[in-house]
């Protein structure tokens, strides 16, 4: 079965260090990878995908097809990237399938 | 544009009650989605429609839960009878066609915080 793992519940940096936000998918196929977040009372939104091969808010995630990763980095966290975050994937349908998310808390 | 428009935004029921969500899509968009969205298992993709046709209903948990999308601007889920382990966020998004052979952006509603006591 697809699936998408974030083994990170809870992930806290300091600002300015750097981030990375973990996600492995299980699918043989040519996958389709996002990056949604959600800031507290805000909804939860595409923050970016891995056809469009750009950087949002400093955020990067590169296809690792080798390892199954889609992994979200950031050089430098700032407070405001406090959020839930969620990677998600299809196979080429509408059936998206989500990880559990991760929690990042960027401390001052 | 109001976006994706869900309510109620809270509802607070007794177990055995039912419980009927609601959604309003963006306009124009053919794809709908329900999700739910709990601590233990993040969010999970309850049903899909396209173009007012049910087309993955295989995460829905159990016969209690039922959904339908009368036409192009409304959609609901319902739970009956509703039992405390429903307790949970529901997102309702959207999504447009992309004619480029890839999956387009999901916009998502605000949600509705289930509690069945």
């Known amino acids: 079965a697809q699936r998408v793992t974030q083994p990170e519940k809870l992930l806290s940096v300091f600002k300015g260090a750097p981030v990375e936000l973990k996600c492995n998918y299980s699918?043989?196929?040519?996958?389709?990878l996002f990056w949604y977040v959600q800031y507290s009372r805000q909804r939860l939104q595409l923050l970016l995908r891995?056809?469009s091969r750009e950087s949002i808010k400093g955020f990067t995630a590169d296809l690792n097809k080798g390892e199954t990763s889609f992994h979200l980095k950031k050089p430098f966290a700032q407070e405001e990237d406090s959020a839930m975050y969620y990677c998600?994937?299809?196979?080429?349908?509408?059936?998206?399938?989500f990880g559990t998310g991760t929690r990042l808390k960027v401390l001052a | 544009d109001a976006g994706v428009i869900q309510s109620p935004r809270h509802e607070v029921t007794e177990m055995g009650q039912e419980v009927t969500l609601r959604c309003k899509p963006i306009?124009?968009?053919?794809?709908l989605f329900w999700y739910r969205q709990t601590m233990m298992r993040g969010l999970e993709l309850l049903i899909y429609?396209?173009?007012?046709?049910?087309?993955?209903d295989s995460g829905m948990p159990e016969d209690r839960f039922s959904a339908k999308m009368p036409n192009a601007s409304f959609s609901t889920l319902k739970i009956q009878p509703s039992e405390p382990r429903d307790s949970a966020v529901y997102f309702c998004?959207?999504?447009?066609?992309?004619?480029?052979?890839?999956?387009?952006?999901?916009?998502f509603g605000p949600g509705t915080r289930l509690t069945v006591l």
């Open positions: 998004a959207s999504s447009p066609y992309s004619a480029g052979g890839s999956t387009d952006t999901q916009y």
């Open positions: 699918y043989s196929g040519s996958p389709e």
């Open positions: 891995h056809i």
């Open positions: 998600a994937h299809t196979s080429g349908t509408y059936k998206y399938i």
């Open positions: 306009s124009g968009h053919d794809y």
């Open positions: 429609f396209n173009n007012n046709v049910p087309i993955d």
